[in-house]
């Protein structure tokens, strides 16, 4: 974003949206429009989404599947956006880090539609697919008018990876399908047993098809707000959720939604069901 967004070009985002979109577009210069997903089923508004693009347009930042609500984006949808983009001459940043974690549904790359591989920065990353985080190793697959613009500001930024964990990376990326069958075989066992157990609890939960969180509505238990209920889990029912608000540009969108994860271990995932089953009360 900071080699291809100049200053005062408007970018759209898809509100919930990662934090990191919102800080990086403000070092950039932007000016952000928002559309924003509502449940149960964060589908894309789509009379909104081609009311906000304009001339003044640059590009659209999406995220599929979707963090922090689970949504992955339909061919439809993704067909959309594609055409608006031909239309106006807009480039697409597309965050598809959770790409080996559909569920429901197959994940669509936007890049693979027709007419927009030579306008979509693909982004990835070691981090979700392989447990590895903190290793913050991570590629964007553009085409080369727009990989120059990206690595003059990477050679300001990050300049290298060390060599030791690119090698490592390269195993990783080298390793069979069985591999991500296994992985997404595992994080389906743990999302059924975080869904059931997060609807007995009492919440609304709402689809997720992707990712490994599951988002939920925490207002049946009465608190003013998503940051508040998050506190409570944490000092009085040892549990830890995220509050979704700091997902939106106006947090009272979000502040009757919480987030789980379910990229634990059974163990902890049926401990935390059990605290809150032993206190938390619905009082609506």
């Given at each position: 974003m900071l080699g291809l967004i100049n200053p005062g070009d408007e970018v759209i985002l898809f509100a919930p949206f990662y934090d990191s979109y919102e800080a990086t577009l403000s070092m950039a210069g932007a000016k952000v429009k928002c559309i924003t997903l509502r449940p149960p089923g964060f589908d894309i508004?789509?009379?909104?989404?081609?009311?906000?693009?304009?001339?003044?347009?640059?590009?659209?930042?999406?995220?599929?599947?979707?963090?922090?609500?689970?949504?992955?984006?339909t061919r439809e949808e993704l067909e959309a956006i594609a055409s608006l983009c031909i239309e106006n001459d807009v480039i697409v940043f597309s965050d598809e880090v959770y790409d080996k974690l559909d569920f429901e549904m197959d994940h669509i790359c936007i890049a693979s539609l027709p007419g927009m591989?030579?306008?979509?920065?693909?982004?990835?990353?070691?981090?979700k697919t392989f447990s590895l985080t903190g290793w913050k190793i991570g590629w964007a697959v553009a085409p080369p008018h727009l990989t120059w613009g990206i690595r003059q500001a990477h050679s300001y930024l990050t300049f290298a990876t060390s060599t030791p964990m690119q090698a490592a990376a390269v195993a990783a990326l080298e390793a069979p399908e069985s591999y991500y069958t296994e992985l997404k075989r595992d994080y389906s066992e743990k999302k059924e047993i975080l869904v059931k157990g997060l609807k007995e609890v009492g919440f609304e939960v709402f689809p997720s098809n992707g990712t490994y969180f599951v988002v939920v509505d925490h207002t049946p238990f009465g608190f003013g707000d998503d940051v508040a209920f998050c506190e409570y889990l944490i000092k009085d029912v040892g549990v830890v959720a995220i509050p979704t608000s700091v997902f939106y540009l106006n947090p009272e969108e979000g502040k009757n939604l919480v987030r789980f994860a379910f990229c634990k271990d059974e163990e902890t995932l049926r401990s935390a069901i059990e605290r809150m089953k032993q206190k938390l009360k619905r009082v609506v």
């Open positions: 508004p789509l009379d909104e989404l081609k009311a906000a693009v304009s001339s003044e347009t640059r590009a659209i930042l999406m995220n599929t599947p979707h963090n922090p609500t689970g949504k992955m984006f591989y030579e306008r979509t920065v693909t982004m990835n990353s070691l981090g």
